[in-house]
């Protein structure tokens, strides 16, 4: 299992630890750095502010935000940051939900995600390989764009850079069953949000058959720390704006998902709270048992045990939010 370091997006403005971090990683032989979006900083800018300043550490979005771009445009930043970094850039992406789709990017929610994230897919494909122009007559995405209202004139084109790699890394962020089991035919990895070692059963059915070199890459929050209830405290808030405020009530795949591990009145009762405006509670109602198990968090003894349980299953690369220096060494040195 290899070791990834996963910085996030920005919240009030750039982070001064993170290129230091992204450093000590690399120095310290992570396999990768990842960076995210969802409606402020961008997940490609940093990235290449850390390719600059690194030599060998993998490049990867996890994620990019299939709204944010045309899979055109995303194709052009991706083969773009190859050519920079010497061919280090892996592309995750992920649908979002509606509330941040149709919210903050102002376009309408796909009415089917599956056949909209098959079609991206295959025109970010189709510009890497660069075999002959971009066509594609689909529900959400034409090459040429031939809508009612458009002017007619459009012709198909290939990109005028040669991509560096065809074969440019291309994982996914999927949570419900269909899209998970999706992910394992059309991309390269799939970029789980929460993942408990000891729930794999969870995702069993989706996950039949994976072809070889197939990526499982899940995030987790990793702390050193003596006291653990304290180390779980930014895993609880994280876990009580992503299930309680990333999304609508009626429609809120991080919920769903919480619920399908055996959390499904909790999840429940965070939304609740979230959306009354009750946000403190809502992340104290989150449980401990659900914040330890999908991180990594207490004595250096402790995480080794549980580092353990996390190498034993299907998991490839783990990707560690680590807030210091001191963490990433010592998950590190326990993961060999």
């Not at 940093?46 to 060998?56: E, Y």
């Not at 890497?128 to 594609?136: D, T």
Request: aromatic letters at 8%; glycine letters at 10%; one cysteine or more.
């Amino acid at each position: 299992m290899r070791l990834g370091l996963a910085l996030g997006y920005w919240g009030r403005g750039p982070s001064p630890a993170h290129l230091d971090l992204a450093t000590e990683a690399e120095n310290l032989g992570y396999h990768s750095v990842w960076t995210a979006e969802a409606w402020g900083s961008d997940a490609f800018t940093p990235l290449t502010w850390i390719a600059a300043h690194t030599s060998r550490i993998r490049l990867g979005t996890a994620i990019a935000q299939m709204a944010a771009r045309s899979p055109t445009a995303t194709a052009m930043h991706a083969l773009t940051l190859d050519h920079l970094s010497g061919g280090r850039m892996m592309l995750g992406l992920g649908l979002s939900g509606p509330q941040v789709v149709e919210g903050w990017y102002g376009r309408p929610f796909p009415a089917s995600p599956l056949t909209a994230t098959r079609e991206y897919v295959d025109v970010i494909r189709q510009v890497l390989r660069r075999e002959g122009p971009v066509a594609l007559e689909g529900r959400f995405h034409s090459h040429p764009y031939r809508g009612a209202d458009a002017a007619g004139t459009g012709k198909p084109l290939k990109p005028i850079t040669h991509p560096l790699r065809a074969d440019l890394p291309l994982l996914l962020g999927a949570e419900g069953p269909n899209n998970i089991a999706q992910t394992t035919r059309i991309a390269d990895g799939w970029l789980p949000l929460y993942w408990s070692p000891t729930r794999t059963g969870v995702h069993q059915a989706s996950l039949t058959d994976l072809p070889d070199g197939f990526m499982i890459a899940p995030m987790a929050r990793a702390q050193v720390c003596d006291d653990i209830a304290e180390g779980l405290l930014p895993v609880k808030a994280m876990l009580g704006f992503y299930i309680g405020g990333m999304g609508h009530a009626a429609r809120n795949f991080h919920a769903d998902l919480m619920a399908r591990m055996g959390y499904e009145e909790e999840a429940r009762r965070i939304q609740q709270l979230f959306l009354a405006g009750r946000k403190e509670e809502a992340v104290l109602a989150v449980p401990d048992s659900f914040a330890d198990e999908i991180s990594l968090v207490g004595p250096r003894e402790r995480i080794a045990e549980r580092l353990d349980l996390w190498r034993k299953g299907p998991v490839t690369d783990l990707l560690v939010t680590a807030p210091d220096p001191h963490t990433l060494r010592v998950l590190a040195e326990l993961n060999g």
